[in-house]
């Protein structure tokens, strides 16, 4: 499956991720984020890196822990809450970002075939 064939609104995007490579993964036009179930971050593509002006890869780091925001009962809390009801399907706005309190962001967040979670972030085009 090649990277522009990826939509970020498939049902089964969990699924097509997990098909890429990480090169591939990389260079998506949206970010992607690995997660085990305790928020530890197991990849972190570069394409998030640079749209979300954080900039670094934060491997082996609680994705929670990184902002205020993404530690907030709206933001972690829906996410755990999730995660403990079963198989996780989200999807929600939020706005604000790194380098930009005012960008509004979408996310869908699905299980990982490996017992963890995959965090997608598409962003306007600001």
Same mark, same amino acid.
């Given at each position: 499956?090649?990277?522009?064939?990826?939509?970020?609104d %498939?049902?089964?995007? %969990? %699924?097509?991720?997990?098909?890429?490579?990480r090169?591939?993964?990389?260079?998506?036009?949206?970010?992607?984020?690995?997660?085990? *179930?305790?928020?530890?971050v197991?990849?972190?593509?570069?394409?998030?890196?640079?749209?979300?002006?954080?900039? /670094?890869?934060?491997?082996?780091?609680?994705?929670?822990?990184? =902002? =205020?925001?993404m530690?907030? @009962? @709206?933001?972690?809390?829906?996410?755990? *809450? %999730?995660?403990?009801?079963?198989?996780?399907?989200?999807?929600f706005?939020w706005?604000?970002?790194?380098?930009d309190p /005012?960008? @509004?962001?979408?996310?869908?967040?699905? =299980? =990982?075939?490996?017992?963890?979670?995959?965090?997608?972030v598409? *962003?306007?085009s600001a």
């Amino acid at each position: 499956m090649a990277p522009e064939t990826v939509n970020f609104d %498939a049902p089964n995007l %969990a %699924a097509q991720i997990e098909q890429l490579s990480r090169h591939e993964l990389d260079h998506l036009p949206f970010g992607v984020i690995l997660l085990n *179930r305790e928020g530890i971050v197991l990849f972190y593509s570069a394409t998030e890196a640079q749209q979300s002006g954080y900039g /670094k890869i934060p491997i082996g780091q609680n994705l929670f822990e990184l =902002s =205020s925001c993404m530690g907030s @009962d @709206d933001f972690r809390g829906r996410i755990m *809450r %999730a995660m403990e009801e079963g198989p996780v399907d989200l999807e929600f706005g939020w706005t604000g970002d790194f380098d930009d309190p /005012k960008r @509004d962001l979408r996310f869908r967040i699905q =299980s =990982s075939s490996a017992n963890g979670i995959w965090i997608f972030v598409e *962003r306007d085009s600001a």
